[in-house]
């Protein structure tokens, strides 16, 4: 694309005049104020490097004010990926003539020297997410999903639900069935007693994510609280060990009881002692719920390094 500049002549890529003053950020900055001056260095030769995405807006314009600050903070958080110049019509009507700009504001992508994809019109963040990730590949927005992620674990860590929740659903709006953010999402609503919820939105898992450690993780975790939500009174089943301490039915179900509580040590003792006494009760039951808590805990907590050594140890005595 060869724009026209001042005199007549065309404006190419090393033939940029300086930038005009009061420019909004130093060269080489990821937003900056542009104009027909400066728009083959800051767009034609700049796009060489990096896709640039030059903002068409005007200070009257609505939608303009809501479009380009989330445009900003999204050219900001890929951190170099991609760069963002501003160009204000009013102040800039020859190349808004030039670019033929019908209507404010409209957004033109930038790559190599030309112009590769645009649109028109204030869009939601999501779509402006999704066209930046087109146009650096998906690296800039896969990166930072990774850091979302990251930081929602930690909130979940210190029991901010609220915090994590928000930040799960927020790469879940970018990466619909992204696993690990449905993953967590559904923690969080298993942490709050929802366990509806969850199972609603572990469903919401994309088809190649399903056998994801963290889906299998929270789907087993779901299948442990839905048998605790019947569990009876453990004093009860203590009192009939009491008097049988081979009542394998009643052990199991204190198991699940004591699990409800949140005691899942010792429930884990519990099915260990079935085990211990005869391994193949109800078709292996108790050893299948151990395999249940092993994939809800997760292969290295201490619980189940501990409980697996004791079931193998009783399995091959």
Known sequence: MALIGPGGRPLASGGAAKPAPGAAAAPGALVKDGSLETFAADVLEASRQVP?????????CGPC???????????NEAKGAVRLVKINIDEN????RQLRIQSIP????????QPVDGFMGAVPESQLRAFVQQLTGGEAGQDQNEDILAAADEAFAAGDMAGAAQAYGHVLQEEPGQPR????????????????????TLGLVRPDGASDEAIRTVDAELKLREQAANAGDSADFRRRLEQDPNDHKARF??????DAKGNREGAIEELL????RDRKWDDEAARKHLVTFFEAMGPTDPRTIAARRQLSSILFS
């Open 253 to 258: 179900d204190l198991a699940l009881s004591l």
């Open 273 to 276: 002692e079935i085990v211990r």
């Open 181 to 200: 953010a449905v993953a967590g999402l559904a923690r969080c609503y298993l942490k709050s007693g929802d366990i509806d919820r969850a199972r609603k």
């Open 52 to 60: 640039v995405i030059v903002d068409f807006w005007a200070p009257w």
């Open 65 to 75: 004010k809501q479009l380009g600050p989330v445009l900003e903070k999204i050219v």
């Open 93 to 96: 009507q020859e190349i808004a």
């Open 106 to 113: 409209t957004v033109y992508a930038f790559r190599d020297g």
